[in-house]
């Protein structure tokens, strides 16, 4: 048990994986010598070297596309995409095959990939190295988009990810890589995808987020209990789809009040789904609108104003107020 | 050394063994025995009369477009042949006498044709990928199989179609350039039919040959003869005898001419003239190899005769099966998405069997079902009344 | 005044704009001598000659990145992507450029381009070419997405498109290229981008759709007149992004109730923020859950099934009656 | 013709004019007037310390990260000296020297590099495009440019540049073929600089030089010592002049180093060694081309100091303008999202100054206002109470 911030915890799953299974091999830009940019591969290289750790050439297609041929031949590959602001060159790897090859082959072939990127604001960096992605993964059917919110759900959903058969879009909010220290326990953990976490328990409202927001969030549903005397449930999605329905049902089914947070854009956004979600599955409990608290219909801002466009503790609490008083 | 021109450790040859005029260089003639003399030929008449037949199926409306393969069916046997059943064959869409060979049944391909997902069901056993239809998007699934064979310790090699317009993608760079680094054991293999729909060879790329586009990946480049069948498999057993050995990764380019339709929505008549393509239907690798088993008494017209009709047999029973096939059950649409399906999914499954059975006053339409709501068990002030 | 089906009136709306301004090129794959598969572009070359129409090596990413650059110099290009389904190869240069260079250089240089792309099922055809791509393109801040529903207002909208100064996606819905013939008037119409049209009144139920579903959506409206005596206003959204959301939640104050129809997968798909949109704009007046008839989560299901998968007239009627009935 | 090889148009050559020992090769010396030695001189020792003094911006966290361009101010000055101001420059995020000497003022750099778009905003008359980060994405858009020009009857040519790693990626592939095809007036500039990232030349590909990849699009490619101004200069110019007389597209691997972190970022001691960089440190390209220039008696060491403290004075300069420039007004970025605001992003704006201006309880957060709702106007019987 070691207290690890959410990079050693990837880190620990990694080592652990390829240790267990020798069919886990990882790819990508800068992962081996160097240990990934953000070392989230740190140490492999020396550990399982260059067969099964492999600096690729920059090329984002063929990562995907090489392992997905790697994965019909039995391999396991965890690609890295060095920033989710690269990952459409990508995408078509990723919705041409990776999403339909079950269907397409009917069983005989699957792709139990797992594509890694780190995703989202918060670390003062330049375009193409904030931006959220998740919905456009989210929508293709027969993907798994899952996203960690500390440093030890991080691990157990990384485990459970490369054992997962699908292909899995594992999004890694970079703001959190160092935010944070959790203990870790040493011993295996798994967590099944799909299924949301209630990270607070409350009554009157549900907050639901995911990711780099979980913080705000949380710190949110603090001061509504300090200063509103409101307990908020706060809902942790982890996997963004397929999309635990039931758990957000029956929170708002209870407390007839939501609150979503993204980072992302909102239009078209994660938070349009479970709105929509909400509204077919809890109508007559809901007591206000869902409101979607996310960052605006712009495409980047530079990192001096992005906290004006990122959600924040203020702008979640103010939607959550107007929902509790509606 | 001021300027000074660089040398480079591939060049691009060009192959042609037996000549569109029946002449032979029976120096490079590679050694095939009579079985297998046979065996090719029969598999491209069967390739040819399938194709036709499928062309008047879709014409009927008993299946849908498809891409028929007309004068390249060298190209595809000759390289097909070069490989054995433990090594992998990863197709593009145009590749129905590689698939053939390979052992598809003829039913299974009309089955995709027809619409039917069934139909890419890869037999057991046979190593190869379904069809791909975005273009040379194919191509790195080729290099990470051929890697990961390397890694299991497995001597396969992987062979990989493609078409001329498939050079322009960026799939194909990446690929190519992988299978460089990774020094894997593929051979590229492209079908170089001169045209991509209606756009030229000339105007996919400035380069003179394909095959010079190997030489940017530092592996080599050939361009055969893509009607010469024996040409065709000289150059890839030799491609797949270097890749086996650990010499990595090749490129062959078939010059060859697809004599019929793009696929069967195309019109070709709109882009290219008559000429061009008598001046290659005069060059038809089938015809090209019948003369040359002639030449070498391996077949009379009383054998062509016969496999004529056993081929007419063969097709006429697969249709049939093809038929007997089809079952539209929609359920089965949910069956592959994921491993295990996820409770929405399931949902909708349902909703959909509902649908079917015809049970239920207008279920849901595309919605999980709703938990039965209960009424007036929360309420707020600001609903008035 | 001609009656032309769709293919017909994009076709004039080319050929119009070509003549009218000489910074209009055309490009894509067999766009030129082949006047494009479906034939959209027929004729242009003839009249145009090859420096303005000009069949591209098969590289969609070029495709698109070319315009952007031919762009900057004030030219204004229309780009063919053969298929939609072969539209994410080109969807870095639509996601890190297109949709950003406006603001990348703070206005010094935009992307007035159209991307032209056929779209949707209902043409018996193989994978890749009947999918529905629409909410990938919506969800990125920057871009119109436009999708008409027949001859006239696609000719309208396609002149529109290619006069708005910022870049166009044109989602074209190849089951109408032949389903109707209308009067197209040989004099330029346009039509705004941004703005949804009530293609039929009514106060019962909003049903809300574009492209090819508006024709089950429009005779589900006229069964549910005839035999349930229910009037439904039908909204055709016509730009998808930026969405009118003004026009949808007025319906949806009147009518109470609203039903949205689309061919793309439900989860995470155009619906749910039409759906997150009324419920935030209009939430007091609604009577009923909003409703999804969408298709089923699956990535693609084979000609053969199409039918069972795509939304239809049943499935309309079916969701209508429940949300009337709610 | 059984087996033949090819005669491809196009071959690699090697260029080196002024050798990393001073020695020169008369014969191919460029000829540049001494005004522009001078010139030319001053905007590599501005780039090298302009560079120093962001890096320790950086350090001090007043920018974020950037990517440093020491030791390849040769390969950037040597290429953008060949072109003109009606010429057109597209970067990727390695070329600051070129920019400053296309005209982009240190503070807008500055403050691009500290996280405000407006830095991004090219200067008036100056044709050139921002900063591209996603690799190889930019060289699409410098064709299109070419062809534009070409289109719009103007002789303008197009200088793209893109690093050694960038040859991977799918975008190289597709505009190198764009615009062999075309034949548009690009001159590709490859920064060979050794390492993408932590990546060596070696693993990115294996073809023996990057230059080579320009013989699969049929257009030349030349290999140059990019250390040496005069080389990159040569063979620019002559590519530049090429592409100006209509003779297409040309790509130019100059081989370079390196010297600093790939980005402030990065940490090269993990990846390569301190003697590879003391190796490449003695070739220098500053330090080659000032002997070079006080050879010719064109620089000495009391103009080079005072060259230092111009330079100094102008880049203390800048830094007070670009601090000055701050303004972090988050209300511009709804500025150029759209050429007009739709209703919806106005909303949005509205709802972030009235943030802004602390009015308001709360605000609907990223709402637009809701429409005051008419509460009890519509009732339905399915609400109870
Ligand atoms: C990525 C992609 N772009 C476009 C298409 C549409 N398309 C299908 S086949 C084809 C031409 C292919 O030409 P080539 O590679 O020469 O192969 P051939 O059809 O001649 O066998 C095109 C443009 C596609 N399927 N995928
Ligand atoms: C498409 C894409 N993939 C990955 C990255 C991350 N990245 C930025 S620079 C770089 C290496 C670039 O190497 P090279 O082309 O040699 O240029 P250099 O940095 O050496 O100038 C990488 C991998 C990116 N910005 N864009
Ligand atoms: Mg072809
Ligand atoms: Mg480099």
């Known amino acids: 048990m070691a207290k690890l911030n959410m990079v050693g915890a990837l880190n620990l799953a990694l080592h652990q994986e390829m240790a267990r299974d020798e069919d886990v091999i990882v790819l990508g830009e800068d992962v081996g010598v160097d240990g990934g940019v953000f070392r989230v591969t740190d140490g492999l290289y020396q550990k399982f070297g260059p067969q099964r750790v492999m600096d690729s050439p920059l090329a984002e297609s063929a990562i995907v596309g090489t392992s997905i041929g790697m994965a019909f031949y039995g391999l396991k590959p965890v690609s890295e995409i060095q920033f989710s602001g690269s990952s459409f060159q990508s995408f078509p790897q990723i919705e041409n095959h990776a999403g339909r090859y079950r269907m397409r082959s009917q069983g005989r072939y699957h792709c139990q990939i797992v594509v890694r990127m780190p995703c989202g604001g918060g670390v003062r960096a330049l375009e193409h190295h904030s931006e959220s992605e998740e919905a456009y993964y989210a929508h293709h059917p027969a993907l798994k988009v899952v996203i960690p919110s500390t440093p030890r759900n991080a691990r157990a959903l990384l485990v459970s990810a490369i054992r997962d058969p699908d292909p899995v879009i594992f999004l890694e909010p970079k703001a959190l890589y160092h935010a944070v220290r959790e203990e870790v326990p040493d011993e295996e953990e798994t967590v099944p995808l799909g299924r949301a976490r209630i990270a607070r328990e409350g009554r009157d409202l549900t907050l639901i987020a995911y990711g780099a927001m979980m913080r705000p969030v949380l710190e949110a549903a603090e001061v509504l209990r300090d200063e509103d005397g409101a307990e908020a449930e706060v809902v942790d999605l982890l996997t963004l789809s397929p999309l635990d329905r039931e758990t957000l049902a029956a929170s708002v089914r209870k407390t007839g009040r939501a609150v979503v947070v993204h980072e992302a854009p909102r239009s078209f956004g994660a938070g349009a789904e479970i709105a929509a979600s909400l509204v077919e599955q809890a109508f007559l409990y809901l007591e206000a609108p869902i409101r979607r608290v996310t960052a605006y219909d712009v495409p980047f801002v530079g990192f001096a104003r992005e906290k004006a466009n990122l959600p924040g503790v203020d702008r979640i609490l103010g939607a959550a107020r107007e929902t509790l008083r509606f | ?385």
């Not at chain 2, 590679?30 to 036709?52: N, Q, S, V």
Request: hydrophobic share 40%; with cysteine.
């Open chain 2, 1 to 385: 050394m001021p300027r000074t021109r660089l040398d480079l450790p591939y060049h691009v040859d060009y192959l042609s063994i037996l000549g569109p005029d029946g002449t032979l260089d029976t120096d490079l003639e590679p050694k095939i025995d009579e079985a297998d003399l046979g065996r090719l030929y029969r598999a491209m008449l069967l390739a040819r009369r399938f194709d036709e037949r499928m062309l008047n199926l879709q014409r009927q409306g008993r299946i849908g477009t498809f891409a028929p393969i007309k004068g390249q069916e060298a190209a595809q046997l000759g390289s097909v042949y070069a490989i054995t059943p433990a090594d992998w064959m990863v197709p593009s869409f145009r590749e129905t006498a590689s698939m053939l060979w390979r052992g598809w049944p003829m039913e299974l391909i009309l089955l995709f044709y027809a619409g039917y997902l069934e139909g890419m069901r890869v037999p057991d056993g046979v190593r190869d990928l379904p069809i791909t239809i975005p273009v040379a998007s194919q191509l790195p699934h080729a290099v990470g199989l051929a890697y990961a064979a390397r890694y299991k310790g497995d001597d396969a090699v992987v062979l990989t179609y493609f078409g001329d317009g498939a050079t322009s993608e960026g799939d194909f760079h990446e690929a190519m350039n992988f299978a460089g680094v990774l020094g894997a054991p593929v051979i590229f293999l492209c079908q170089n039919n001169q045209w991509a729909i209606s756009v030229p060879r000339k105007k996919q790329t400035q380069s003179r040959t394909l095959a010079q586009k190997a030489l940017a990946y530092g592996f080599p480049g050939t361009q055969v003869d893509g009607n010469d069948i024996l040409a065709v498999y000289a150059a890839s057993r030799e491609a797949v005898e270097r890749a086996r050995d650990g010499g990595g990764p090749a490129m062959i380019e078939c010059v060859t001419y697809r004599l019929g339709v793009h696929t069967t929505a195309d019109d070709p008549r709109r882009y290219r003239s008559e000429e061009e393509v008598k001046e290659w239907e005069r060059k038809d690798p089938l015809t090209r190899f019948r003369d040359y088993l002639q030449k070498k008494d391996l077949l009379d017209a009383e054998q062509e005769r016969r496999l004529e009709e056993e081929i007419a047999q063969e097709i006429a029973d697969a249709v049939a099966r093809f038929e007997a096939r089809q079952d539209p059950d929609p359920l089965v649409m949910f069956d592959h998405v994921y491993a295990e399906r996820p409770p929405e999914l399931e949902a909708e499954r349902q909703e959909l069997a509902e649908r079917l059975r015809g049970t239920g006053a207008s279920p849901a339409e595309g919605e999980a079902p709703a938990p039965t709501p209960m009424r007036g068990q929360r309420r707020t002030s600001r609903w008035p009344n």
